[in-house]
């Protein structure tokens, strides 16, 4: 299993941003797969989760209605779409996938807001 984020930069308050986890060695929707952030100093916030097999996702609220998760079986890619950044968004971006007691990351991409 490996996950690659990418997509991140530097982006103005108020603008958007779409991160990329390109995935390889297992099915899609045989996982959960997730974004978390880590800030400086602070500890790893889980963001989203979706398991596509059956659609169930859940978004934090620190985000809810900001960003939105979407996948490209093309590709082998799944995407967070960022909008209405914020300063406090700066961080380090992962993406996970999940299955039972597994876990596995990827290197994170890093996301910072100006304001």
């Known amino acids: 299993v490996q996950l690659q984020a990418s997509g991140g930069g530097l982006v103005q308050s108020g603008g958007p941003l779409r991160l990329s986890c390109k995935y390889s060695g297992f099915t899609l929707n045989s996982y959960a797969i997730g974004w978390l952030r880590q800030a400086p100093g602070k500890a790893r916030e889980g963001l989203s989760s979706i398991t596509f097999n059956d659609g169930r996702s859940y978004y934090a609220e620190s985000v809810k209605g900001r960003f939105t998760m979407s996948r490209d079986d093309a590709e082998n890619t799944v995407y967070l779409q960022m909008s209405n950044l914020k300063p406090e968004d700066t961080a380090i971006y992962y993406c996970?996938?999940?299955?039972?007691?597994?876990?596995?990351w990827g290197q994170g991409t890093q996301v910072t807001v100006s304001s």
């Open positions: 996970s996938a999940v299955r039972g007691s597994a876990t596995f």
